[in-house]
């Protein structure tokens, strides 16, 4: 029998702890710790509800973009440039304002919770960024960590559903923290950081748009 990589043993630890602790944080207390989008059950045919990592005691604040509106369409320019898309893969920018005072720092993911893979998907993630930060460009505060998207690559990947698909929902969320830094590494699956991220979430602020071909 040929022995398994450390690579492929390295991830099913991983996996494993991270199974082992979303059991134990829905074991914590009777019903578990109840999260904003919490759902139970099958959400229709290829589809399963997928609990947020955001607690229903965090604040909310406001996220507003020059590049799209909430509840509108991704423009061409912020689309990928990737799995059969040629958008310009150009990173959304983003300003906020009304945060909890005692935010340490800040979190921005982008997540497709209508991605046909019984999990949605990453596009974006980075956390690390400094509190007293009120928007981000394209060039990001120093001390930012820029972290992995679900296609293994570093950075914003823009929405490109499957050509004759639904319509994808796509959430920017951008999430105050109580601590200044997630000690993370950049290389730390998208997945991973938020389940990390979960237990440090005091506030959030998000913007949805939509992307269909």
Do not use: E
Request: charge should be neutral.
């Amino acid at each position: 029998m040929k022995r398994p990589s450390r690579r492929t043993t390295a991830l099913a630890t991983t996996a494993a702890v991270l199974a082992a602790g979303l059991t134990l944080t829905a074991a914590a207390s009777p019903g578990g710790t109840r999260h904003h989008g919490a759902g139970d059950g099958d959400g229709g045919y290829g589809f399963v509800d997928v609990r947020a990592g955001v607690p229903d005691a965090a604040a909310r604040f406001t996220v507003t973009s020059p590049d799209l509106r909430n509840g509108g369409r991704f423009p061409a320019g912020a689309w990928a440039n990737a799995f059969g898309c040629s958008g310009g893969n150009r990173q959304v920018r983003l300003a906020w304002h009304g945060a909890p005072a005692d935010t340490r720092s800040y979190a921005v993911t982008m997540f497709d919770p209508d991605a046909p893979t019984g999990a949605g998907f990453w596009h974006w993630t980075t956390w690390d960024i400094p509190a007293t930060t009120t928007g981000l460009d394209t060039t990001p505060p120093p001390g930012t960590v820029t972290g992995t998207n679900d296609a293994g690559a570093t950075g914003y990947l823009g929405p490109c559903p499957g050509a004759g698909d639904i319509t994808h929902r796509y959430q920017i969320t951008v999430y105050a923290l109580d601590t200044p830094t997630l000690g993370l590494p950049a290389t730390t699956p998208p997945t991973v950081t938020a389940f990390t991220m979960s237990s440090h979430v005091i506030g959030y602020a998000r913007l949805t748009a939509d992307a269909r071909r």
